[in-house]
T-cell receptor, first 108, second 118 residues
Framework: EIVLTQSPGTLSLSPGERATLSCRAS???????FAWYQQKPGQSPRLLIY???SRATGIPDRFSGSGSGTDFTLTINRLEPKDFAVYYC?????????FGQGTKLEIK | QVQLVESGGGVVQPGRSLRLSCAAS????????MHWVRQAPGKGLEWVAV??????????ADSVKGRFTISRDNSKNTLDLQMSSLRAEDTAVYYC???FGLGYFDPWGQGTLVTVSS
C-alpha cells in the first residue's frame, strides 16, 4: 500500500498570499494517477486536480498541481477567504487507493 | 446535473449489519466505476471499496475485506454497500463517489453517517 504524507499539517496564511502544500509518497506514483481534493467543514470533498496537474471542471487557475515520482505539490495563488479548508492528496494507481492525512489551510 | 444521494445510515450495535445505498442521476451510471469512501469523525478520508462499471470487478480496503460487500444495479442506477460484523471503528460518514480513469473521484455524494455503538 502506498502511504501518502502531507506537509505541513496546518498552514496559516493571509488572503492574497500563496499557499504551497506538499504530498510525499512512500513509493513512486505515476503522475497520471495523482489527485487533490478540497473539503470545507460540513461538506463533501471536491475534486481540484487530477493527473497531478489537470484542473477539474470549474476550478480556477489560481489552483495548480505539479510533481512526479514521490513528491507532489498543490499551489494556490492569491488566496481568497473561500480557499481556507482542508486539502487531501490521493493516489489512484490501483486499489487500494490511498489519501494523505490532510493539510488544514487556515486564516492567519 | 450529476447527483449522488446516499441513504441508509444510522446507529447500529457492534456485530450487527447495515446496508447503505447511493442513488445516482444525471449521468450514464452504467459507464462508470463507483466507489465508497468513509471519513471517521474529525479524521481523514479512507477509501473503502470500488466496483467496476459492469460489476465484473470489486476491490476492498483490507480494513473491511470479508465484512463489506459492494454491489450495483445498473437498471436502477443504484450502488449499495452491505456492511456486516460492524465494529466501533467503522463509525464514519460514508460517501459514494463516481470514479474516473483508474480512480479519482468526482463528484461525491453528501454522505450518510454510520454510528456503531452499543
Amino acid at each position: 500500500e502506498i502511504v501518502l504524507t502531507q506537509s505541513p499539517g496546518t498552514l496559516s496564511l493571509s488572503p492574497g498570499e500563496r499557499a504551497t502544500l506538499s504530498c510525499r509518497a512512500s513509493q513512486s506514483v505515476s503522475s497520471s494517477y495523482f489527485a487533490w481534493y478540497q473539503q470545507k467543514p460540513g461538506q463533501s470533498p471536491r475534486l481540484l486536480i487530477y493527473a497531478a496537474s489537470s484542473r477539474a471542471t470549474g476550478i480556477p487557475d489560481r489552483f495548480s498541481g505539479s510533481g512526479s515520482g514521490t513528491d507532489f505539490t498543490l499551489t494556490i495563488n492569491r488566496l481568497e477567504p473561500k480557499d481556507f479548508a482542508v486539502y487531501y492528496c490521493q493516489q489512484y494507481g490501483g486499489p487500494p487507493y490511498t489519501f494523505g492525512q490532510g493539510t488544514k489551510l487556515e486564516i492567519k | 446535473q450529476v447527483q449522488l444521494v446516499e441513504s441508509g445510515g444510522g446507529v447500529v450495535q457492534p456485530g450487527r449489519s447495515l446496508r447503505l445505498s447511493c442513488a445516482a442521476s444525471g449521468f450514464s451510471f452504467s459507464s462508470y466505476g463507483m466507489h465508497w469512501v468513509r471519513q471517521a469523525p474529525g479524521k481523514g478520508l479512507e477509501w473503502v471499496a470500488v466496483i467496476w462499471f459492469d460489476g465484473s470487478e470489486k476491490y476492498y480496503a483490507d480494513s473491511v475485506k470479508g465484512r463489506f460487500t459492494i454491489s450495483r444495479d445498473n437498471s436502477k442506477n443504484t450502488l449499495d454497500l452491505q456492511m456486516s460484523s460492524l465494529r466501533a471503528e467503522d463509525t464514519a460518514v460514508y460517501y459514494c463517489a463516481r470514479g474516473f480513469g483508474l480512480g479519482y473521484f468526482d463528484p461525491w455524494g453528501q454522505g450518510t453517517l454510520v454510528t456503531v455503538s452499543s
